[in-house]
């Protein structure tokens, strides 16, 4: 099955968080699991992406902090991602080394060739669609995505209020992954484990 899925973590991890988040790896088609927790200290981070760690390198899935190399590498996660506001990108590539570095260039060229010139490994643009995670996200067009195809030889993520509608035309505009949160944690009708099989 192909991988096309960049799975990013609930806001919160409540208990059946680990348990769920192996069935929703094993089905094969997430490529990336980020963490992405804004608001707990980051001694927890650490533990959580430690123990994640166990079911990420299981499913062969990348695990990826979000926000902070420093704590990408404490947890020895396999990378990190850096949004525009995320402290300087060269330092972080530095730091990082051989390990994953992704950047966010919302809708925006400019940005993109930066993140080019800092070797960042993926781009992710978005948000596409409204997101409940990131309710305030600058709006992308899908012609970025067209452009990102044929001028970057990285890959590609597009990011924001994705569900089991609207990602194939994502991936025909020239997404490799789509970033997937709230259909997957907070979907009113689906558990995850069949949430997650609506994106074969």
Excluded at 4 to 19: A, E, M, V
Excluded at 32 to 38: S, Y
Excluded at 103 to 122: M, Q, V
Excluded at 138 to 146: F, G, P, Y
């Amino acid at each position: 099955m192909k991988r096309s899925i960049y799975l990013i973590s609930p806001n919160k991890i409540s208990k059946n968080f680990y348990s769920e988040l192996e069935e929703v790896l094993s089905f094969g088609n997430t490529a990336f699991f980020q963490i992405r927790l804004k608001k707990i200290k980051k001694d927890k981070i650490i533990n959580i992406t430690k123990k994640v760690k166990k079911i990420t390198s299981k499913y062969k899935v990348k695990l990826i902090v979000n926000d902070d190399y420093k704590l990408a590498l404490k947890s020895r996660a396999d990378g990190c991602h850096l949004g525009q506001l995320d402290g300087s990108k060269k330092i972080a590539r530095r730091k990082l080394k051989n390990k994953i570095l992704g950047i966010t260039c919302h809708n925006s060229k400019l940005l993109a060739e930066k993140a080019i010139r800092c070797n960042a490994d993926y781009l992710a643009f978005g948000a596409f669609y409204k997101s409940k995670l990131k309710s305030k996200a600058v709006k992308a067009d899908l012609n970025i995505l067209k452009w990102a195809k044929k001028n970057i030889k990285k890959p590609i993520v597009a990011i924001g209020g994705i569900n089991n509608k609207n990602y194939k035309k994502l991936i025909k505009y020239g997404a490799k992954y789509i970033a997937i949160s709230s259909y997957i944690w907070d979907n009113p009708k689906l558990k995850p484990k069949f949430a997650i099989k609506k994106f074969r």
